[in-house]
């Protein structure tokens, strides 16, 4: 992947050859980089967009004349898999993270449901754009999860709430202001709170309410809001409504020692020393170039002169 003057390009989106024929995984895959390509310049302040984007047709799939023959494109190569969904993430979409803060991941997992079901992706993880954004934070830049979770690639918890310095009691996130109610995950009563931890009980849940919400970050906490258009930064002369809290308890400023996704994804080549400063663009949506797989054949060439 390649980010100059403000664009990416060789972006790469592979289909798992075991996947049924469906051109319509190819055309949502379309629509969700084309959201996400407008997403990602306005949350990184017109520093970047999605200019190319290669989607891989498996060799399992008809061959069409619109389809270039892949070179060194491979599945395995791929930045964006779209395979069977995984045993511990199901249909989540999710990024194979095994770095330190500021390490890129290794590939991000779609499923075929994900990328077909709008209504389905929407309800449980927002619209499709601003969630391949999130992903794209951990994938590009190397951020993690702003907010509490089990995390069953590696065991580890991060609680959903904590006690504040101040001593309240706040859900565990990133911006302090969105909006929002703490109530049971099962019946919906209002939490209590545990007098050993001094938190709220473990089935409590932290409910947003988009209607009156205002925070406007972060994508790594509740990148499915609508108003929720940056990642969380420590400027303090910023936009005070996506702000970082370097209180919370949750994997990032665990991982990243407090540090904001800002502050991490200012280190990285695409943005360090002042590298793709903001530019204002015409478009943003991406150029799209279809490949498919080629049977992998061996030429043997016999050289039959006298010079031999």
Not at 99 to 127: I, R, S
Not at 188 to 202: K, Q
Not at 249 to 259: D, E, T, V
């Amino acid at each position: 992947i390649k980010l100059q003057n403000n664009e990416y390009t060789d972006v790469l989106i592979a289909i798992h050859q075991d996947i049924p024929e469906d051109l319509r995984i190819v055309e949502r895959l379309k629509e969700i980089l084309t959201e996400a390509s407008e997403e990602l310049y306005v949350s990184t302040n017109s520093r970047a967009f999605f200019k190319e984007v290669k989607i891989l047709i498996p060799k399992t799939w008809s061959k069409k004349g619109e389809y270039l023959p892949a070179g060194t494109e491979t599945f395995e190569r791929a930045n964006v898999r779209v395979d069977v969904p995984n045993a511990l993430y199901g249909d989540n979409p999710y990024v194979q993270q095994k770095g330190a803060c500021g390490e890129e991941g290794d590939y991000m997992h779609l499923t075929p449901k994900y990328v077909l079901d709008k209504q389905y992706g929407e309800a449980f993880w927002g619209p499709h754009g601003k969630s391949f954004v999130h992903e794209w934070g951990h994938l590009r830049w190397g951020l993690f999860d702003e907010y509490g979770l089990d995390d069953p690639a590696s065991g580890q918890s991060y609680p959903h709430f904590y006690r504040t310095s101040q001593g309240g009691v706040r859900p565990t996130g990133c911006s302090t202001w969105v909006a929002g109610t703490n109530k049971h995950m099962v019946t919906g009563a209002p939490c209590r709170l545990d007098p050993g931890t001094g938190v709220y009980e473990s089935e409590c849940r932290f409910y947003p309410d988009d209607q009156t919400n205002r925070a406007t970050g972060s994508y790594m906490f509740m990148q499915f809001l609508s108003q929720v258009t940056s990642f969380c930064h420590s400027d303090p002369t910023g936009d005070p409504l996506s702000y970082h809290n370097r209180e919370a308890p949750n994997k990032h400023n665990s991982l990243c020692q407090g540090r904001s996704a800002w502050d991490v994804m200012t280190q990285h080549t695409d943005f360090a020393n002042g590298a793709n400063p903001p530019r204002e663009v015409q478009s943003t949506v991406p150029d799209f170039v279809l490949l498919q797989e080629n049977d992998f054949r061996i030429v043997l060439v016999l050289d039959a002169s006298n010079s031999m």
